[in-house]
């Protein structure tokens, strides 16, 4: 799970009904969603979240993960291959899990680009926790339903006949909306008109759905799940596959842990090859921009030697998360008293795991004022607080909270997830 974002261009960015001869289009953060006017009006009603899809923004919208080339190669063939499938006795539903760092959001992006490219791709929604909509399954539906309309245009004719006949459509519950709104249109679109040929010759379709336990409406989400294979049962012909991503909850396992459902740990999945190409890269990258280790290696030859890097690789096991934790430590630009070389062999003696890495970061930032009573805040909190509540909870200045969460390399940032820096949104507690 590299991050390691692809070339972004936005076009029009952040613009609304944009006349382009007979033609509205709503294109924003790239995300084009409706292209004729009759359709324009459907962005309005449904009102989808802008920065739920794969093509969002990923420095402002997280998870920020992508896959470094050349790795996952295994378990991304795997997963095409079972998107590809047109056998009657594949499953419509694939299930990858995964503890939280082994790149379940990266492998997710990658299905869906590639998918993208073939044209076979309805829609997406990566779920994010503490980040307001895209935390909760109020507007999955509609979402996914104005991302259906912009893949298959005539699918948007039957969409708009559905909530112009169900008034009270986009009050009523998940299931509803997403029988009426998603899986009905594109079995309609699918198998009626020209269409139905293109359909016939083309391989199914995919929507990916990421990071499914991080949404707080867990009801919804078994809803969700029980509605869709239901779906999947009484239509076991329709073109449409589900790739969903998550960690094991009891409340997702308990629903798909059914013969309709595939399901794939990616532990199993973990290679130590795509580890040692991640931390190759890393430090590469490292190698070229750092003054101090280019002079070790004119000095000593090269760093790291390959003993201790494979010695590294080994003691990070199959997390990117701890892969890229530890590098971030040992490269630490704010640690004045020892340098990169000083600390790759203190990282070879850590105990394996996070604990002991942000034990240090964090003990590393404890003689900042008030860095105790904010870091103290953050653990007992139930709820997310904005920068300035905390602030104000405390009887501190704004930026004495964001000197914190960010001076060193951001200090507390290793530690805890922020969202951004922007003072107004939110900070999760930590769990």
Known sequence: MAESPPAHVEIFSNAHDIQIGEQNSYIVHGNQYISSNEQATLIQLLQPILDA??????????????????????????????????????????WLHGYVGCGKSAIALEIALIF????????????????????????????????????????????????????????????????????EPFKAAAWSGPLRWMTLLKKPFLIVIDGLDECDDREDVQAFIEDMLDFFKKNPLVPLRFFITSRV???????????????????????????DAFMRACFEAEIKRNPVIKACIRDRGDWPVKKDKDQLVDHIGGSF???????????????????????????????????????????????????????STLALIFEPLPIIGIAELLGIETFEVVRVLHQPLGGACKAIHLPTTDCARTIPPVS
Request: negative net charge; glycine residues 4%.
């Open 249 to 275: 909850e009891q409340h997702i396992q308990g629903c798909l842990e059914k013969d309709q459902v595939r399901l794939e740990n990616l532990v199993n999945h973990c290679s130590h090859d795509d580890i």
């Open 321 to 375: 998360i701890f892969a890229s934790a530890l590098f971030k430590y040992i490269m630490d630009p704010t640690d004045d008293q020892s340098t990169p070389m000083d600390r790759l062999p203190h990282t070879l003696n850590m105990n394996p795991g996070l604990d002991t890495l942000y034990a240090k970061t964090l003990s590393r930032s404890k003689n900042i004022p008030h860095f105790s009573d904010i870091i």
């Open 53 to 94: 899809s794969h093509t969002r923004d990923r420095e402002t919208s997280p998870p920020n993960s992508a896959c470094l080339p050349g790795t996952r190669i295994d378990i991304i063939d795997m997963i095409l291959a079972w998107a590809d499938s047109t056998l009657l006795w594949n499953t419509h539903v694939l």
């Open 116 to 183: 993208e490219e073939r044209k076979r791709l309805l829609g997406s929604f990566f779920f994010f926790r503490n980040t307001g909509d895209r935390s909760r399954m109020a507007r999955f539906a509609t979402t996914l339903a104005c991302q259906l309309a912009a893949a298959i245009p005539e699918a948007a004719p039957f969409i708009e006949k559905a909530l112009h006949t169900k008034p009270g459509l986009l009050q009523s519950n998940l299931a509803a909306q997403l029988r009426h709104l998603v899986y």
